[in-house]
């Protein structure tokens, strides 16, 4: 089984959803970024979710925006993320990894070659934003030959008709985009994520994790009871962004105050456990 | 004249190596010209993408949405512009040519349409598709302002709310457009994110489309994007090198030996080209922006020095650095400035039936102030570019021989700039 299988399954029988951490690569440099990425886990997140920097980033609000851009003037390419990727995984073997980014970056360092070397690196899934099924048929095979989960975006837009064409594509698990939006720019609607995740598990048994407008412990307890998971960006990515000097660098504060909103996040989650199966 | 009908289907074709029969076919059941174009966006996206496709492929042959499209094109926007023979600018490039030398210059003058280029003629038509797709608020990029303009012009005459997105350094450097779209009832948006300018306005449209899904329509300027825009833009353009090749058929009895336009998107061009690309006759031209040259990293051409990649919705040549990142592009025009093109574009680059050079920001000023004394037409910036391409091409070529070269915007707009440009305060 896979890392993100086997951890979903773990959670599953522990009764509560997962903890997903997005925070971008290389963001505020590599070294605070790899230290970040080393104390999720013990900080309670349950997969790690690193963002790949693109200039471009069409479907991310301003927050996660100038976390690329940050990342990007630190240095940070397609292989050197990789890279953070394997150093995480010296330390940490268990917790799956996520790599969210663009197709651009993806097919500039060759998409054969690039999911070769995710899977070497310790990579588990791929988020390719702006790939949707229609145009995965060249990024399928080689995800599938070296293991790596296609994870999707369900969209509230994504209709009956659509889903299961979406669904028929996701492997590892789903991601819920619980706002029409960008990232980070507005809150879930909570009232109506618990009919919305029920009626994707009507169509599908891969755990389905919930993001987008998830902000506190509150939210994140909510969206991992109603679903198997939330993820957590934006709100992460923020206190990252407050935390730096005003040239933006990296200040010991940087790494405990990260890993604090993380313990929180956990915290609530674990508290909140499952309201229903 | 009828409406332009074009295949769609899995029959189509246009395969790199194996050319099909017709070029004017594409895009394919994937939206993609050979290996270009596609639909890249986000999930949220794609379902609404693929009802403007619906609602496109239904247009398209609904006779009342192509009458009203033409009534407006022709009582609104004052088509058919008219086919012009530059007779002064002709003789003068033929004084520097060798004997016998120096081809007919002929401009389709799309800088005499309403709001001064030819964005109007596709605004016009995905305006109406918004209305007819119950669209109530429409949202926009733009680079020079004439597509924002455009588009706060057929908002204002339909009376839709209008967002423009415009990159703040090109709200810097084209004033006069800011002024007009606010005239006309637009928002304008500056977008500060990344270099400021198009790519970055463009990317904003996107964002605030994925947010507002239900009720807006995002209207694009070029004949980029996602599946079906490529298409539809060039479907809505294709007017101009219809028109055009009919007054040529008339005033010369023969088609012309030449096409040339600017491409930064490129709908112009391939509003221009898409009506002759079975004409193998007819030579192609797609003038880019090169800048500063082509062999300096400031210029904007894709095509000629850039690479395919995945931007915006569609595969195309893009400038972008061995890592994948979009880099920089520079022109002096700002309808130009943009580090991508229309998918349509790559294709016929690849297949080699259209020829993409460079003019650079020296000989696009050097073009506008030539056109304005020997014509007595102030030019776009854009359309210079190709006029500065004519200028070293049709003194190359026998007298007997036409080109004709689009003349897609005037250029009221840009005297701000080609004044500094000059050293001259206005």
């Keep these: 089984m896979s890392r993100i299988a086997t951890r979903f399954a773990q959670l599953k029988a522990e009764g509560r959803g997962a903890l997903v951490t997005f925070l971008t690569g290389f963001d505020p440099d590599r070294a605070t970024s790899l230290q970040i990425l080393q104390g999720l886990p013990a900080a309670g997140a349950d997969v790690i979710e690193i963002g790949v920097p693109f200039t471009d980033p069409m479907a991310d609000g301003p927050s996660i925006q100038r976390a690329g851009q940050r990342g990007l003037k630190a240095g940070a390419t397609v292989a050197g993320v990789l890279d953070l990727v394997l150093a995480l995984r010296a330390t940490e073997q268990d917790t799956p ?29 791929l988020i390719i934003v702006d790939v949707p099924p229609e145009e995965a048929d060249e990024v399928e095979p080689h995800a599938r030959a070296h293991g790596l ?31 029409t939006g960008i990232t980070g720019t507005r809150s879930a609607d909570y009232g109506s994520l618990a009919p919305s995740v029920a009626a994707l598990k009507r169509h599908t048994d891969l755990p389905v994790a919930i993001g987008f407008g998830i902000r506190s412990p509150e939210q994140a307890a909510i969206a991992a009871g109603v679903a198997d998971g939330a993820v957590v960006g934006t709100a992460l990515v923020d206190t990252l962004a407050a935390s730096l000097d005003a040239e933006g660098r990296a200040t010991p504060r940087t790494v405990p105050a990260v890993l604090d909103q993380v313990r929180g996040l956990a915290q609530a989650i674990r508290a909140g456990r499952k309201q229903a199966a | 004249m009828s409406a332009p009908i074009h295949a769609s289907g899995a029959d189509a074709p246009a395969t790199i190596g194996a050319r099909p029969n017709s070029l004017r076919q594409g895009p394919d059941g994937r939206g993609r010209f050979g290996e270009f174009g596609g639909r890249f966006v986000a999930e949220t996206l794609m379902p609404l993408i693929l009802e403007v496709e619906r609602a496109y492929e239904a247009a398209k042959t609904d006779a009342a949405f192509q ?67 119950g669209k109530t608020r429409i949202i926009a990029e733009t680079g020079a302002g004439q597509h924002g303009v455009a588009t706060a012009t057929a908002c204002a005459l339909m009376d839709l709310p209008c967002i423009v997105y415009m990159g703040a350094t090109d709200v810097e450097r084209q004033q006069p457009n800011v002024f007009r779209m606010k005239l006309l009832g637009a928002e304008v948006r500056p977008v500060t994110s990344g270099a400021a300018t198009l790519k ?227």
């Excluded at chain 2, 002929?106 to 995905?126: C, M, P, S, W």
């Excluded at chain 2, 400031?298 to 095509?303: G, P, Q, S, V, Y």
């Design chain 2, 67 to 133: 009458a009203e499209w033409r009534r407006l094109l022709t009582h609104y926007v004052g088509r058919p512009s008219p086919l012009w023979f530059a007779e002064r600018l002709t003789a003068h490039l033929r004084k520097a040519a060798p004997e016998g030398m120096g081809a007919k210059v002929y401009f389709k003058r799309d800088e005499l349409n309403h709001t001064g280029a030819h964005k109007i003629n596709a605004v016009l038509g995905q305006i109406l598709l918004a209305k007819k797709m």
């Design chain 1, 149 to 179: 989960d296609l994870i999707r975006l369900i969209a509230p837009t994504t209709d009956e008709a659509r889903l299961p064409r979406v669904l028929g594509a996701t492997t590892g698990f789903i991601y819920y985009v619980s706002i």
């Design chain 2, 200 to 426: 970055d306005a463009m990317n904003e449209g996107l964002r605030d489309w994925v947010a507002n899904v239900h009720d807006t329509y995002y209207c694009i300027g070029t004949v980029a994007g996602p599946h079906p825009y490529p298409q539809m833009v060039r479907d809505f353009q294709s007017v101009i090198g219809e028109e055009a090749r009919e007054q040529m058929l008339a005033a010369e009895g023969r088609l012309p030996d030449v096409l040339v336009a600017a491409v930064g998107g490129g709908s112009n061009a391939m509003g221009l080209f898409y009506p002759f690309l079975d004409d193998a006759d007819v030579a192609m031209i797609g003038v880019e922006a090169a800048g500063k040259g082509l062999d300096t990293p400031e210029h904007a051409a894709a095509l000629s020095r850039g690479r395919p990649g995945v931007l915006h919705g569609n595969r195309t040549y893009l400038l972008q650095d061995g890592d994948g990142q979009i880099t920089e592009a520079h022109s002096i025009s700002a309808g130009l400035d943009y580090p991508g093109v229309g998918p349509e574009h790559s294709w016929l680059h690849e297949i080699g039936r259209v020829q993409y050079v460079g003019a650079t920001d020296d000989e696009a000023l050097a073009a506008f102030q030539l056109c304005s004394r020997q014509e007595g037409i102030i030019p776009a910036l854009e359309p210079a570019h190709a006029l500065a391409h004519v200028m070293k091409l049709a003194p190359t070529l026998p007298q007997d021989r036409i080109v004709l070269m689009n003349l897609c915007g005037r250029g009221d707009k840009d005297i701000f700039t080609v004044a500094r440009h000059l050293g001259e305060a206005i």
């Design chain 1, 97 to 125: 990894v996520v790599l969210m980014g663009y197709y651009n970056p993806i097919l500039a360092h060759g998409v054969a070659r690039f999911c070769a070397d995710a899977a070497a690196a310790g990579v588990d899934g």
